[in-house]
């Protein structure tokens, strides 16, 4: 693996399936009594996110502490950012203070890819504008192999707001690498430019039309997990859909279209990286389903971010930590 992670194209298919790899054993170790292990012990990972944060910033905590890593976490409010600090003047601060690793969300496209070349540490993204999130595509592809095998031909549609979702974008390159076949529905007014070409050279689908798909009349054929991404209200300057209302009619996973898809396949799985607009992308009922994977995402977050962690930052010759032959036991943790 590389000595950052700013995109999900920095991962061929091997380094994808060894992180998602380390991250079943890492895994294993949430149900233990005592989670830790001394895997990272000695290093040092800074969470330095611009933006608000629940899933992100919490799993990536955790997976550090987990670890034995000192974690310490920066926001923009409480770093010097909010006194007039240049992005480069901070990033190269606290890369002076010899640091292992920056995790960096940031409100801009490239900026992490930006802070790579100003310090002397690993940088992870943890989502940077509308660009990329790579860790929250191998969580997702974690939570697909988990429930569904092996993802050569499997059908995955991502349905939402294509033109602000970093997600959609990491997600594509990811599921593509470990061969599964994607298809992307949005509006006309939240398809990406550029999209066609794109899809074109990397031989995914895309769609305005949701139900066509659903119904697996597409080029690739019935679907097998849906993945309904958030309305990114935040991140809109005008009207791409003319009210809530009509969107959920068009675009929402509604209890009707959950209905019809599991007619077809009851194994079908439901994601959504969250935060849920329940009642607008995604209805309660499609939500709570049988079907939703929703919190195995949330549980394999911690996992996953674990594993990339000691890809980056543990010594070749550092097995990744197993319950049976954990270095720290529970009694000792104790």
């Known amino acids: ?32 009594e005592v989670k830790k292990v001394p895997t990272l012990r000695g290093r040092t990972v800074i969470n330095f996110f611009f933006e608000d944060s629940t899933r992100t910033r919490s799993s990536f905590e955790i997976a550090g502490k987990w670890m034995s890593a000192d ?16 992005l480069r003047d901070t990033a190269m601060t606290v890369d002076a203070m010899a640091v292992d690793a ?9 900026a992490c890819q930006q802070v790579a070349q100003w310090v002397r540490c690993s940088v ?36 939402g707001d294509l033109t602000h979702s970093r997600v959609f974008r990491s997600n594509v390159i990811t599921l593509k690498t470990l061969g599964a076949r ?22 995914f689908a895309t769609s305005w039309d949701l139900d066509p798909v659903l119904d697996g009349e597409s080029e690739h054929g019935p679907v097998d997990a849906v993945m309904m991404l958030r309305v990114q209200r935040e991140r809109m300057s005008g009207g791409f859909f003319p009210t809530p209302r009509e969107y959920t009619v068009g675009y929402g996973l509604t209890r009707d279209r959950l209905d019809r898809l599991v007619a ?22 499609a939500a709570d389903s049988p079907q939703s994977v929703v919190l195995d995402q949330v549980s394999a977050g911690v996992a996953v971010r674990m594993a990339v962690l000691y890809h980056l930052l543990a010594g070749d010759d550092t097995p990744a930590p197993t319950p049976a032959a954990s270095p720290v036991t529970d009694g000792a943790a104790r």
């Open 1 to 32: 693996m590389t000595k950052h992670l700013i995109s999900s194209a920095d991962l061929g298919r091997a380094e994808v399936e060894d992180i998602l790899e380390t991250a079943s054993s890492m895994h294993d170790l949430q149900r233990r």
């Open 71 to 86: 974690t310490i976490n920066l926001s923009a409010k409480g770093s010097s950012t909010s006194k007039g600090e240049s």
């Open 102 to 110: 920056l995790v960096i969300r940031h409100n801009a496209s490239g």
């Open 124 to 159: 992870i993204n943890a989502g940077d504008g509308t660009h990329e999130h790579p860790t929250q595509a191998l969580l997702d592809a974690y939570t697909l192999r988990t429930r569904l095998g092996d993802l050569d031909g499997k059908h995955v549609v991502i349905v």
């Open 182 to 203: 994607v298809t992307v529905v949005a509006p006309p007014t939240l398809m990406p430019s550029g999209i066609g070409a794109w899809s074109q050279a990397d031989g």
């Open 264 to 285: 077809r396949n009851d194994d079908v799985l439901v994601l959504h990286p969250g935060p849920m607009n329940r009642g607008l992308e995604i209805a309660p009922e």
